[in-house]
């Protein structure tokens, strides 16, 4: 038996006497730690069988069998918020960070809905945002990072509690090329080092070359199933290792011109026969930038093409002072359950 076993699954909207056939039937299994790509144009019922799959959203007809266990379309709506938060972690093309809240604060969101205690919380958030590169930022609020910067918290908040299924919906859609490739390689990564369960949605067939499989949905019909070739590959990993040496070389030149500046200024001070001054930045030691963590960026594109195991977690020694927001909040819910938030309708364990 599959991991996750969609069968007959059909999806029917009506608008007046509109009739939408979103889904038309759709049958198709999935791997335990398979990462899936569900490839298709806007309007062809990617987003909805997503929503389906995590619950989100009742078929019209059919059945999804998670874990050879649960048929959720037959779950009750507290069930199935007590299956996401348990089991599944989400992506999503607008980020969805809460603004109030810093990035520690937002990745350890889904780790106080289960139940997880405040110092275990920030210790897990704290490595999970060093694994992203993101470990600086840790008290910047979402508008005090860039785009891609937002998704890379997106990122950690989804694969902090290790569900077993994240799913992303057009994850990539407000980035740039290269930013699209770090974020891409990054959940591709962190999937295999888990072993999870990876469903992507996506329009674009470039990025869909990140999966094991791709899955091309038209008008709400599996249109083919195929697996990500070798050759597919080695061309995806050439790009990435394009877009890795140019940012190596960017981070020389930046580091080459510091130098210079920083010669030039002593230079410019010898003249005038003063003193040199201490750095007051260095002394303040200053974070290294983006383009200077080599680290990070080796990290980034290392382990895409080959399958790891668990890594032993680095030890982070944490100290926030953060205030902690004592409810949970809406940082890992889906527009849906932030909707029944509102109204007061989501069951705490
Ligand atoms: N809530 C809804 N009400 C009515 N029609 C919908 C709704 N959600 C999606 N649709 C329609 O179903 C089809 C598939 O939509 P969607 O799954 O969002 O496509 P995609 O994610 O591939 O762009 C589209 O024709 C869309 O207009
Ligand atoms: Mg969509």
Redesign the pocket.
């Known amino acids: 038996m599959s991991f996750i076993e969609i069968r007959n699954l059909r999806k029917v ?1 009506r ?1 007046g006497s509109e009739k ?1 056939v ?1 889904l038309n039937n759709i049958n198709l299994d999935i791997e335990r730690g398979e990462i899936l790509c569900i490839l ?10 997503l929503n389906m799959l995590a619950g989100l959203e009742k078929p019209s007809r059919g059945t999804v069998t998670i874990g050879g266990k649960y048929d959720i379309t037959k779950l009750s709506e507290n069930r199935l918020t007590r299956f996401r938060q348990k089991n599944v972690g989400f992506v999503f093309q607008s980020y969805n960070l809460l603004p109030a809240l810093t990035a520690i604060e937002n990745v350890a969101m889904p780790l106080l809905f289960q139940g997880v205690g405040k110092s275990k919380r920030n210790k897990l958030a704290l490595q999970m945002l060093n694994e992203v590169g993101l470990k600086s930022r840790a008290r910047h609020k979402p508008t005090q990072m860039s785009g891609g910067q937002q998704q890379r918290v997106g990122i950690a908040r989804a694969f902090v509690a290790k569900p077993k299924i994240v799913f992303a919906d057009e994850p990539t859609g407000n980035l740039d090329t290269k930013t699209t490739y770090e974020v891409m390689n990054l959940m591709v990564k962190m999937s295999r080092e888990n072993s999870q369960t990876f469903i992507l ?1 996506t329009h674009d067939s470039e990025i869909s070359l990140f999966a094991d499989r791709v899955i091309r949905i038209i008008d ?1 019909n599996i249109e083919s199933d195929e697996r990500v070739t070798e050759e597919q590959r080695a061309v995806l990993k050439e790009e990435l290792e394009k877009i890795r040496l140019e940012k190596e070389a960017e981070a020389e030149k930046e580091a080459a011109e510091k130098e210079q500046r920083k010669a030039a200024k002593a230079e410019a001070q010898k003249g005038k026969g003063k003193k040199s001054k201490p750095d007051k930045k260095a002394k303040k030691g200053k974070e290294p930038s983006e383009a200077q963590g080599g680290k990070l960026k080796k990290r980034l594109f290392e382990g895409l093409f080959r399958k790891s195991k668990n890594p032993q977690p680095e030890t982070v020694q944490v100290e926030l002072k953060a205030g902690e927001p004592s409810e949970p909040s809406a940082a890992q819910q889906t527009p849906d359950e932030q909707k029944k938030d509102e109204q007061g309708a989501v069951a705490h364990e």
Request: aromatic content about 6%; glycine content about 24%; hydrophobic content about 30%.
């Open positions: 909207y608008i939408v979103a298709g144009t806007s309007g062809s019922g990617k987003s909805t069988l949605v709400g």
